[in-house]
């Protein structure tokens, strides 16, 4: 059992939030918030492990404690933590897993903390949160999105990067679709390159082989999590799915072009007055995001949208 916050001068204050990328990012304006309230804790993150390059990007954690989701107990002795903070969601599993470790102080949504606000759905995720710290007396800012830029040079620089993943099916547009975006942009003079997850290499060498790219464009299972961030903090423009590489490309102001499916912009999107375009069709969202089929609010998207949406970006 971890025994955090053993310093008796530098007390523990805990967040949950066990989920993906965007999740984590998505969180960011909570967790600077976070920061800036409690200097003199040490602010330790339960999050999926295999987040920790860009955890160590966000600035305002200490130490990252591997919670891959909600069924195991989190592993820290009951009293140890003085500040808990529920950035995940509300009871009954996330508030029984807090409840567990005895805290001293609990930051969270009703019914798990009786002092929180209610939830509220439908809200923009990034304003759920810093609603919660803001009611809680903490100054928080939805927009406070940046992360810092990975140290090492990225593999390639002043791209259009072109992301072809997403971890559900409900997310995938049609792989000829983004070759011909591909095609396109590298007609208009830009470099393009394709990323995504290790899974997702052959689905990336497949729309390559479409758009007339050559396979050292695909970067899809070549570079690691903070050579993607990397990749996209140096990008001139980036063209995705609403998943991860989205929530990059806000988090270092770069031009967007972002697809929505089954998720609503209203909740996901990107911060309002920033480079990125929204593309969806509301009126056919199925809003399944768990299916395996490409959501119709997706498939709504043209090739011709997300190119007027590009020609509409500034770009760097």
């Known amino acids: 059992m971890t025994l955090l916050g053993s310093d008796p001068d530098r007390p523990t204050l805990l967040v949950l939030r066990a989920l993906k990328l965007g999740d984590l990012l998505v969180a960011v304006p909570a967790l600077h918030a976070l920061r800036r309230a409690f200097l003199g804790h040490r602010i330790v993150l339960a999050t999926t492990g295999w987040l920790e390059p860009v955890v160590d990007l966000v ?11 909600l069924s195991q107990p989190l592993e820290i ?18 508030g029984d897993l807090l409840a567990a470790i005895e805290p001293r102080r609990l930051i969270a ?9 209610e939830w509220v759905d439908g809200v923009l995720e990034r304003h759920r949160w810093t609603r ?12 406070e999105v940046a992360i810092d830029v990975p140290a090492a040079p990225p593999l390639v620089a002043d791209a259009a990067v072109v ?26 003079g830009h470099r393009v390159v394709l990323t995504g997850g290790d899974v997702e290499r052959e689905r990336a060498l497949d729309v390559a082989s479409r758009a ?17 961030a990397a990749v996209v903090a140096a990008a001139r423009i980036v063209v995705t799915v609403d998943t991860g590489a989205a929530h990059l490309a806000s988090a270092y102001g770069i031009p967007s072009v972002v697809i929505f499916g089954p998720a609503p912009p209203e909740e ?23 299916s395996d089929e490409p959501d119709p609010a997706l498939l709504a998207v043209t090739v011709e949208d997300v190119l007027a949406a590009v020609e509409a970006l500034p770009t760097r």
């Open 212 to 228: 007339g790219l050559d396979p050292a464009d695909v970067l899809a299972g070549r570079v690691d999590l903070v050579g993607f």
């Open 59 to 69: 600035g305002a954690v200490d130490e990252l404690l591997p919670t891959p989701g």
């Open 77 to 94: 002795a009951p009293g140890v933590v003085d500040v808990a903070v529920n950035l995940h969601g509300r009871g009954p599993e996330s």
């Open 268 to 290: 996901w999107g990107p911060p309002a007055g920033g480079p990125h375009i929204v593309l969806t069709d509301a009126s056919v969202r199925r809003g399944d995001v768990f």
């Open 109 to 117: 949504h009703l019914p798990d903390d009786p002092d929180g606000p």
């Open 163 to 188: 992301h072809i993943g997403a971890f559900y099916g409900a997310r995938h547009w049609p792989a000829e679709r983004f070759a011909a975006v591909a095609s396109e942009l590298r007609r208009a």
């Open 132 to 143: 919660l710290l803001t009611e809680h007396g903490i100054t928080a800012d939805p927009d």
